[in-house]
């Protein structure tokens, strides 16, 4: 009995072990070259005298945009929650706006004051916005906790958004998603969608409401993110195939290049780092 209980475990323990790995490298193997033709080009000029509006700016990737912003010359004002913690931003000496994007009366009487020259949404969902569990067991059980999707800003609050500059005359609106959106959703791996399918879903309801706005949108699709150092070597691509990770640094530069670059008009772009197509790269500096 003892030596079929220990060739059980051992064989349950090989499963286990493969079932990990195979999760592992379907998450970070992706083997995608972006064609260098199909790169983006762009200008990262200062630019000065003009005024965004960042929503989302207290995230990580957001804080990241805010500082290339004004280091470009940018008029930065960030939009964000009551309660949100904005500390960062104060550091940087942001002008704040408390705005819930949820309330669509609030979210347009604040950009009806005629002083934007452009939007950047980093708009979504957060992981303090999703509901704690009560057993932690059930987390490596059952996956992320579900939220309501009429809940989720992800497509309520950047439609509002969206819909609010139009009213206001704001023409400029830049939207920062999520791979998998879209044309995008055969790019992310396996290992990586599991618990983002809401996610998914919602934002491209929302780059759908964009694109038929008849603002001068320019969407940009970022995959896995990452604190460490950003580089040279990340661009934007325009193929819906391409996945890579990246670090925020980076996302938040090339988001400042489209927003200040007229040829990204009616663009949807994959923000893709060709040295970090691995997972582990999420944790090294290159």
Known sequence: MKKWLVRILKWGGAALLLLVVGMILSTSATFYSAPPERVAQLSSAPVAGKTVLVAGATSASGLELVRVLKERGWRVVAMVRASSTTAPLDALGVEKMVVDAMNPQETAAALAADR???????????????PKRRNPVDVRIRGPEKMPMDRRPDFIGNRNLIDAAKAAGVTRFVFVTVIGAGESDGAVPWGARRGHEDVIVLKTQAEEHLRASGLDWTIIRPGGLGRQPGGN?????????AFSFLARSDLGRLTADALGDASTVGKTYTAFDPQRRMIWKLFTAR
């Not at 934007?116 to 999703?130: E, K, Q």
Request: hydrophobic letters at 50%; a negative charge; charged letters at 25%.
């Open 116 to 130: 934007f020259d452009a939007v950047v949404s980093l708009i979504g969902t957060s992981a303090r916005d999703l």
């Open 233 to 241: 070597t990340a661009v934007l691509v325009d193929d819906p195939k």
